[in-house]
């Protein structure tokens, strides 16, 4: 199986309802709803009915406020037909920044769930919003809003519906994903149907479909990584998509759902590693070293692959016993035996994690890409992967490097462009076409591209050492998994200090184990034993740092930050410049 040819989303999920009716196409992790392929096809079109009675036309736009669940991917394939542009917004994100998203995209429509009514309705103030449908209120729907149910009735019969997707073409607007504002508002990066097809077409290269895959919708669908590889990959191939509509419950989910096809940030490669440390900590005798000898021949292995080199006869029977014995075991567990392609993404993984993992036999392909990209750019071919790297080009795309290293980026993937703002448009796409991504990298003699950190990020220290602080805050990750945030600090100074949050989880099962009782971050920042074993991880992520990497001195913060938080953005990744705002006294302290 494999793509249809298909132009656009519309047409390819209108052969997927034709192809495969009767099998399962979206599901809840619980299995309390659960739409066949027909059953989504007729929902899309009475969905698509309703929108269009409400006005929803060619080139408009609808926003979306919900968590991950059927019913958003029936409403965004519903507006996909209809030839307008869904987006989503962060469920974390504030009223005054949703308004602003809101007025970029002029949107009249949006579809939320009733416990951010509030948010929404404070948001569509002096907008061009005039419609709110609230899911679940079949029975009674808020005042001012429509539930599902009526907007599905409001349609009108003689609605051609047929007529109405096939006039959408490769060049219409499919979606807007809204950056999670790191240095500033929102941008909203335009991607079209072609944009999209495009991608996933190309990403078969890495993921050929198979009509029994299946993926897991955990993280926000306003994020690129789970609106394309979660939803649109599956409109356009047939994979089932089961969602999980709390992100903290996905590895636990991991063990019941048992996916084919997995994506993930470093954090949660993270979380997967301690886990297993954790076991193996517990275990004695003849069966932890059984474990030890089996990871480390895995490391081995995966690390000898990475570097082009052939594996001895030896080694291959010991690893093939290894895999039996011990690994096999450790990925059932994990709920991840059934995994044909793992991808790892949004930011770089250390090295020495996605070595473990690849040790473990989990097909992981680090990749790269950005919203202004339709998503993935470089991988990682999973028979000849290269740890520390992104990998090599995917198809049509081409990858350069500017004189001072930042990534160029060409092709047909390339985004229209920032949603009402040409300017920062032309800043981002030069005259002949290419997009200056803000990252610095390397490319090898073979086209792998290393990615070494956001241009604007890099540390230059007193002495005018450049220094990348993704590289030491991942290293301080591995080695210290009581860490939830590392910020790495050290602009014009002697040496790098450190801010540290502790991970709620981590810190949960270290004060059990140690027999503390008080859990709240404020106490544990303190503990003596806490604050030792933090500091054995910093000297332990030491070792592995260049001397002027090294963290000299750190802090813990007495409380944990969350996603969406004022530090950090949805999908984790750190805002520097409000950070080194509001923690500025504690930073001044660790220089005196």
Known sequence: MGTTNSETLCAAFQAQVARIPGKTAVRTADGSVSLTWQDYGRRVQRMAAGLAALGVKHGDTVGMMLTNRPEFHIADTAILHLGAGAFSVYNSSPAEQIQYIFRNADNRVVICEPQFLDTVRQASEGTAVEHIVCVDSEDTAPAGTMSLAALDELGDPTFDFGATWRAVQPSDLATIIYTSGTTGPPKGVELTHANLMTQITAVETLITPEDDDTVISYLPDAHAANRIAAHYRSVATGTQVITVDDPKKVIEALVSLRPTIFGAVPAIWYKLKARLDAALAAETGAKKSLALWALA??????????????????????????????????????????????????????????????????????????????????????????????????????????EDGEVLVKGPQIMRGYRGDPEKTAEAIDSDGWLHTGDLGQLDSDGYLTIIDRKKEIIINAAGKNMAPSNIEGTVKVSCPLAGSVVAVGDNQKYIVALITLDPDAAA????????????????????????????????????????????KFTILPTFWEPGSEELTPTMKLKRKPIAKKYSGEIEALYR
């Open 297 to 402: 021949t895995g490391t081995k292995v995966a690390t000898l692959k990475s570097d082009g080199k052939s594996i001895p006869p030896l080694l291959a029977v010991q690893h093939r016993v290894a895999d039996k014995l011990v690994l096999s075991k450790f990925r059932e567990r994990l709920g991840m035996d059934n995994l044909r392609v793992a991808l790892s993404g949004a930011a770089p993984i250390a090295p020495d994690v996605m070595a473990f993992v690849l040790g473990l036999g989990l097909p992981v392909s680090e990749v790269w890409g950005m919203s202004e990209t339709a998503l993935i750019v470089t991988y990682n071919p999973l028979s000849s992967p290269r740890i520390g790297t992104v990998g090599t080009t995917i198809r049509g795309m081409r990858v350069a490097l500017a």
């Open 509 to 552: 099962a270290f004060a059990e184990a140690h027999g503390i009782s008080n859990v709240d971050p404020a106490e544990l920042s303190v503990h003596p034993d806490l604050v030792a074993a933090v500091q054995a991880g910093i000297d332990a992520a030491n070792e592995r740092l260049s001397r002027v990497e090294q963290i000299k």
